[in-house]
Nanobody, 122 residues
């Protein structure tokens, strides 16, 4: 099982980035994929998730209306489009595999990528 994130970088406030999470080594349709982030000195928090059962999406309140999650099942890849970025969005972004309904807690996500750094300057 492998999850590989890409697309992070340095961007000014108000800018956009698109993160990608390429999955391999398992049946993609059997699992939800979620994006988490962790800022220095803070706990890891879930940002967004997409269910493999019905494609339903979840967003943390802090990113609603700015971030969009999507899935390309043909490429086994999940994307996170991040618009109107704020300095508080800065952190390491991880994708992880979890229960197919997308409702699992952090501890139910069993495989994680290595993370990609997102830095938003003010």
């Amino acid at each position: 099982v492998q999850l590989v994130e890409s697309g992070g970088g340095l961007v000014q406030a108000g800018g956009s980035l698109r993160l990608s999470c390429a999955a391999s080594g398992f049946t993609f349709d059997d699992y939800a994929i979620a994006w988490f982030r962790q800022a220095p000195g803070k706990e890891r928090e879930e940002v967004s998730c997409i269910s493999s059962l019905d494609g339903s999406e979840y967003y943390a309140n802090s990113v609603k209306g700015r971030f969009t999650i999507s899935s390309d099942n043909a490429k086994n890849t999940v994307y996170l489009q991040m618009n109107s970025l704020k300095p508080e969005d800065t952190g390491v972004y991880y994708c992880a595999r979890g229960p197919p309904d997308g409702l699992g807690s952090l501890y139910e996500y069993d495989y994680w990528g290595q993370g990609t750094q997102v830095t938003v300057s003010s």
